[in-house]
């Protein structure tokens, strides 16, 4: 199971927000390529990107940033927020994204989505975006009315490579994953699945790692990281030991800011 260490961009910066809620932001870095360096440096084996100003406004603004992050890890990068054309599936291609994540596009325009998947094979992921079971697009700012369960089975059929599940409600609270939520995700479909959204200690880590062999494929962490609540090395440790072996003891989270 992968260990993803999030880096949400708005403005410029790292930041996490609290639920989606844009108005509560904080910020962890103004150098977000320097952050995800610092990630690859204590053992990262993937990141995870979210353009916040794209995925609020349906066009791209940190295509620059992610460039130069994707330049500089030599790890794998998967990228989602702002997605919304042909073309900007194509630049995150180009530039070298491994996994290219989309969500508004995948519940409002389902025939787009399918071309993509159709266009670049193993590639596009889903973002399932939910708030009390019912899906949220537009950077989790508009509700739809739409249950989950009547859309996972269609992204799947269409050849979406995986999914990501996020609770809003959970997301960057530290109050746990939504266990159930996921169990019943992981029930309906044979693509991978991430986690996502509330993370907040190795018990939540090691919880989810008992999921790995319904289909459950990793588990992006936000805040816990940022915040030291959870070590990404102990992380690496207890889901694989053999993947964090030559990386060197932890120093603390001075290292990620210096």
Partial sequence: MDVIPAID???????????????????????????????????ATRLHL????????????HLEVIRRIIQTVGIPVQVGGGIRELQTVAQLVDLGADRVIVGTVAVKQPELCQQWCAAFPDKIWVSVDARGGQVAVAGWQEPTGVRMDD?????????????????????????????????????????PVLASGGVGSMTDVLSLLALEPLGLAGVIIGKALYTGDIDLRHALQAVGPGRWQDVPPADGLGTIYA
């Fill in 151 to 191: 859309l996972v089975q269609d992204w799947v059929d269409w050849g979406v490579a995986g999914l990501i599940y996020t609770d809003i409600e959970r997301d960057g609270t530290l109050t746990g994953p939504d266990m159930d939520g996921l169990r019943g995700l992981l029930a309906q479909v044979s693509v």
């Fill in 50 to 61: 979210v353009d916040l100003n794209g995925a609020k406004t349906g066009t791209p603004y």
């Fill in 9 to 43: 961009l708005l403005d410029g910066q790292c930041v996490r927000l609290v639920q989606g809620d844009y108005a509560r932001s904080e910020i962890f870095s103004s150098d977000p390529v320097q952050m995800a360096q610092a990630w690859v440096n204590h053992g």
